[in-house]
């Protein structure tokens, strides 16, 4: 009797399984973790690709333990990152600690589960682009003009505490242009440009970098119409190169006068007169 119970229990696991495989349903595909980035070392967010569904609605949970601890923990917030993402917020997030995560999805048919993905906030950090880029022509009193560019830092990170450092890239271009000319402006938040064709349209853009972690991505696109006149003007140009060289022929004479007399000596060096050991000098003098 037991022997016809198991024989028509194991008929009927078949026969189910040989269903699903004849309406396609299969356990679901292996999914992968394929990113986590932190934009201020505060809170970070990963997000992973599905595997194939197997035809069946399917479940993902991501499940982390720190390096060193045994517990593990179920992913605390699904909805702030989007469609399959797992973000942490302050109280989950620490520095200096690795986290060790994977991905299970699981359907009627069984279950699949990612590699172990290995993350330190630390060296995830990729912060928003840089806001309120601002640009504009400045034509200072017989100066040259320049294009004056200004940035702020992005609104989640805290400049003040010294908890954070950014560095900057500018880059620009004439609008029909298909190379971008890229400037490095360090820590500083405004930066000048000289070199522009004039009458040309400008596309202008900022991004920001921490000391650890990745470029941010490129700020939207400002513009900026360059005036035909973005040159100093020719009366300018030769007053100032007839000031500066009027400048280097006085301080060339100066050197000259002061120096005059070595000069002379060194290119027209005295002769010396004869000297003879033991010789006096008095002796050839004529008396009287």
């Known amino acids: 009797m037991k022997e016809n119970v198991a024989s028509a229990t194991i008929f009927t696991l078949l026969l189910f399984l040989n269903t699903c495989l004849l309406n396609g349903q299969l356990p679901p595909g292996k999914p992968e973790i394929f990113k986590c980035r932190s934009p201020n070392k505060e809170t970070f967010t990963c997000w992973w690709r599905p595997g194939t569904d197997g035809g069946l609605p399917t479940n993902y949970s991501l499940t982390y333990h720190r390096e060193g601890e045994t517990l593990m923990h179920e992913c605390p917030d699904y909805i702030t990152g989007g469609p399959n993402s797992c973000h942490f917020g302050k109280q989950y997030t620490s520095m200096w600690r690795t986290y060790i ?78 190379e971008w000319e890229i400037h490095f402006a360090g820590q500083q938040t405004e930066f000048k440009i000289l070199s522009l064709h004039p009458g040309q349209k400008y596309l202008v853009q900022v991004r920001c970098k921490p000391d650890h972690g990745y470029w941010s991505a490129w700020s939207p696109e400002t513009f900026i119409q360059i005036p035909s006149d973005f040159t100093m003007n020719d009366t300018t140009v030769w007053i100032s190169v007839a000031v500066l060289s009027a400048v280097i022929c006085l301080i060339i004479v100066w050197a000259v006068a002061l120096k005059g007399y070595s000069m002379v000596t060194c290119i027209f060096p005295p002769v010396p007169g004869p000297k003879i050991k033991g010789f006096d000098a008095h002796l050839l003098e004529v008396t009287p």
Not at 105 to 120: C, I, P, R
Not at 158 to 171: A, H, M, S
């Open 101 to 178: 995560m994977m991905v299970n999805a699981t359907n009627q048919m069984g279950s699949s589960f990612s590699d172990e993905l290995y993350v330190d906030v630390t060296y995830i950090v990729q912060p928003d682009p840089p806001l309120e880029l601002a640009v504009e022509v400045k034509k200072p009193e017989d100066r040259k003009p320049y294009l004056w560019i200004k940035w702020s830092p992005p609104t989640l990170i805290d400049l003040k505490t010294g908890w954070f450092t950014l560095l900057y890239e500018i880059r620009l271009k004439p609008e029909k242009a298909a």
